[in-house]
Nanobody, 122 residues
Framework: QVQLVESGGGLVQAGGSLTLSCAAS????????MGWFRQVYGKERELVAR????????YYSDSVKGRFTISRDNAKNMVYLQMNSLKPEDTAVYYC???????????????WGQGTQVTVSS
């Protein structure tokens, strides 16, 4: 049974930091690229960051580049998103997802978590 479970979301003031965690199970985690997406109600789900199987290749959207860091621990089947210098526009539900290739769109991902809410106040 495949599972991706996000945690670490919450309420933070602008300029603050949060670290999101995603625990994976039920599939061979080390063979998948992992991505973090976010979605605001009524808007399109967008890719925030992606990390390759070996953790060498990393992608960030322009809006978070320099502020967010994606990482993974294959021994623990975990992927993380460190978020610094948070802005109100970062407010969204954040989702962890898995893909077997270097996908950037949601349709390219096979497995999804249920999401965790991040709210950034002014």
């Amino acid at each position: 049974q495949v599972q991706l479970v996000e945690s670490g979301g919450g309420l933070v003031q602008a300029g603050g930091s949060l670290t999101l965690s995603c625990a994976a199970s039920g599939f061979t985690f080390s063979t998948y690229n992992m991505g973090w997406f976010r979605q605001v109600y009524g808007k399109e789900r967008e890719l925030v960051a992606r990390i390759s199987r070996s953790a060498i290749g990393r992608y960030y959207s322009d809006s978070v580049k320099g502020r967010f860091t994606i990482s993974r621990d294959n021994a623990k089947n975990m992927v993380y998103l460190q978020m610094n210098s948070l802005k109100p526009e970062d407010t969204a539900v954040y989702y962890c997802a898995a893909t077997t290739w270097a996908a950037l769109s949601p349709s390219g991902y096979s497995y999804w978590g249920q999401g965790t809410q991040v709210t950034v106040s002014s």
